[in-house]
């Protein structure tokens, strides 16, 4: 009877269970004790679709449809109704009968989303003491569950139901950490099971730690250590959270049972091998996750507001951290994850609808498993690091190193020298809050993705308006006379004090813009791999972008001032297309600019171009708009010209 064997499983762990709940913590930890007993002992109740224990079954109805209950009376979240969907799928598989494996993925699934939506302490603060829980058990649990935990002590002879068997391993099998956690800190109405809510948190995990251990045997320690220091992708992947929250069942189904029982043979009795938290990358894979998931049930309730901003949140504090990383070591799925969910958002705000929506976020999820793999992988290695650095540096310092070589050239070409201090200032002011920023993201503050769009985004913006309006400038002074019209009748009065205060803002946006950038990227990779190879990589970036800028600034001496300035215009006219599509995608990500995807369009992030139909547009419009101030400044530079002969 199900009474009698949860009696007797909470009995043992009543001699030593207990702890202080609060209201709403304990309403979800009785909810998922439920979920948690269901999916252990349904098995017991129905075997290929018959009832083979009438009173076992009759709970199981009973406590999935508590369970649905508790959830109904739950505080309104965007979460709840795909909770109140998932208790009630439940409640009626167990009603029709359905196979215990099934049952159990639901009941643990729904679980979990539980508790995720609804937290409650999961995990202790810091490794439990495997040691502490030895002696704690042999003072409260020894005398009803027996000296080795095999349920015969002396107090549990009479007891009914008697004390379960801790050595029993299939049944451990399919208790969590966290599990164990609950019945020693809750224990259960109606049974024997009472609650001790005397012994402090760390005892409770340190019992927990040490029941849990006793169906594996020591003598697979050895084995489980070696499996753990040769497996960097397991140890990555067991943190604390799964350390307490997931069966050694689940984690046979991924490793084996011969490999599974080693690893928790060595674990449960060493938890201060695990890491007390998860990696940062996966961590905010997972937030990605999450906030992915209360996306969709915001918008199966019709609250398509709710739904986008949390879309958008998903992408910016879950995934916009990782990027970096991850392009470092897989562009393409970097690519691919990020224009999957961009038309997430695109998709919520076209009203598509919600079986597409859940289709295209369980995509999501298959993509985040891989970047998970990816981002789990040992260390990058010298070549990698080498290449990611180089690379980074060299495509980024390339667009703010023409546009600054440019300025300087223009100067040197006007016999204005006395105005480069202003242009060396900006370049400069730029470099140190660059290293400011370096700063504030690695010690004080995360920048945030919000934050890093928006700076990319209007720093491009601001640079590409500048650039159409030099660009056009000079091309109309690619004529020799009209250059030296100018310079006779203007330049002296206009590089004045306020157009030094203009190169000087020029050079700080165009180069911080770039400096920004690969601060973010470098300080994903930096401690992915070696850190000399990063150093090295940035090191030849650096030394190619001062050969680069050598070599324009020797060749733009000996051009002609016609053909510099017709050079030098076309440069600059590039580069403003190429900065306003970075703009227009930037802001695009940040959630400030609607996306129309253009299917089957190329994306070649090195010249701003990107398969939407807004940032096409603009770098269209950019490109028509400086063509057409080309084509307007060429004939007043020759009306002016005609004047002039004549």
């Not at 004790?33 to 199981?60: K, S």
């Not at 594996?216 to 943190?239: I, S, V, W």
Request: charged content about 20%; hydrophobic content about 50%.
């Amino acid at each position: 009877m199900r009474a009698r064997f949860l009696s007797a499983f909470l009995l043992c762990a009543a001699c030593l269970f207990a702890g202080p709940t609060y209201a709403n913590d304990q309403s979800v930890a009785t909810t998922w004790r439920l979920l948690d007993y269901i999916a252990v002992d349904y098995p017991e109740a129905v075997q290929n679709g018959a009832i083979v224990n009438q009173a076992e079954y009759d709970e199981m109805l009973e406590f999935s449809a508590t369970a649905a209950s508790s959830i109904d009376a739950m505080p309104a979240t965007p979460a709840l109704p795909e909770l109140q969907r998932s208790a009630s799928e439940l409640r009626q598989a167990v009603q029709a009968k359905t196979a215990p494996a099934d049952i159990a993925v639901k009941a643990r699934s729904l679980a979990a989303s539980l508790v995720q939506h609804y937290p409650i302490p999961l995990r202790p603060g810091r490794p439990p003491d495997y040691a502490r829980g030895k002696v704690l058990y042999g003072q409260l649990c020894a005398s009803c569950h027996g000296a080795n935990g095999a349920g015969d002590g002396p107090a549990g002879v009479n007891a009914d139901p008697p004390p379960i068997a801790f050595t029993d391993q299939a049944r451990a099998n399919e208790r969590s950490l966290f599990a164990l956690y609950q019945v020693i800190r809750q224990g259960l109405e109606g049974t024997s099971m009472a609650s001790y809510s005397s012994l402090p948190e760390e005892d409770v995990w340190a019992l927990a730690t040490y029941v849990g251990a006793i169906a594996y045997p020591e003598t697979r320690e050895a084995a489980g250590r070696e499996l753990l220091a040769n497996d960097a992708k397991l140890r990555a992947k067991l943190d604390m959270d799964l350390y307490v929250g997931a069966t050694p069942a689940a984690l046979a189904r991924e490793l084996g049972q011969p490999q599974a029982e080693a690893v928790v043979s060595f674990v449960r009795r060493h938890p201060e091998a695990v890491q007390t938290q998860a990696p940062k990358n996966q961590a905010t894979l997972t937030v990605a996750r999450d906030l992915l998931k209360q996306s969709i049930a915001a918008y199966r309730s019709g609250d398509a507001a709710k739904a986008q901003d949390l879309a958008l949140a998903a992408y910016l504090d879950g995934f916009e951290p990782v990027e970096p990383l991850l392009s470092a070591r897989d562009n393409a799925l970097m690519v691919q994850i990020e224009a999957a969910m961009a038309r997430v958002r695109t998709g919520i705000a076209r009203n598509v609808g919600v079986e597409d929506m859940e289709a295209q976020v369980r995509a999501l999820d298959e993509l985040f498993a891989k970047a998970e793999d990816t981002l789990a992988g040992n260390e990058a290695s010298f070549v990698s690091g080498f290449v990611a650095a180089f690379t980074i540096l060299l495509r980024e310092g390339l667009e703010a190193l023409l546009i600054v070589v440019a300025m300087i050239a223009l100067l040197r070409k006007a016999d204005r020298a006395e105005m480069l201090p202003w242009v060396h200032a900006g370049w400069s002011s730029a470099l140190l809050a660059g290293l400011v920023t370096w700063m504030i993201a690695t010690w004080a503050i995360t920048i945030s993705g919000a934050t890093r769009e928006l700076t990319e985004g209007f720093g491009s913006l601001i640079a590409a308006i500048v650039l159409v309006w030099v660009g056009i400038w000079m091309h109309g002074k690619s004529h020799a006379d009209a250059w030296q019209q100018y310079v006779r009748q203007k330049l002296g009065h206009a590089l004045s004090k306020k157009s030094g205060w203009f190169l000087l803002g020029l050079a700080f946006v165009v180069v911080y813009r770039e400096v920004f950038e690969t601060i973010l990227f470098f300080a994903a990779i930096w401690n992915q791999g070696s850190k000399g190879s990063v150093m090295a990589g940035g090191g030849a970036a650096a030394i190619a972008l001062v050969a680069v800028g050598w070599a324009m600034m020797r060749y733009s001496r000996r051009l002609p001032i016609g053909q510099f300035f017709r050079y030098s215009s076309i440069l600059i006219a590039v580069l403003a297309v190429v900065l306003i599509g970075k703009s227009v995608s930037a802001l695009q990500e940040a959630g400030y600019l609607p996306i129309t995807w253009w299917e089957g369009g190329l994306r070649v992030e090195l010249i701003g171009l990107y398969p939407t139909v807004q940032g096409v547009a603009a770098q269209v419009a950019v490109a028509v708009l400086l063509l057409l101030g080309f084509l307007l400044s060429g004939r007043a530079a020759e009306a002016r010209r005609q004047i002039g002969r004549g």
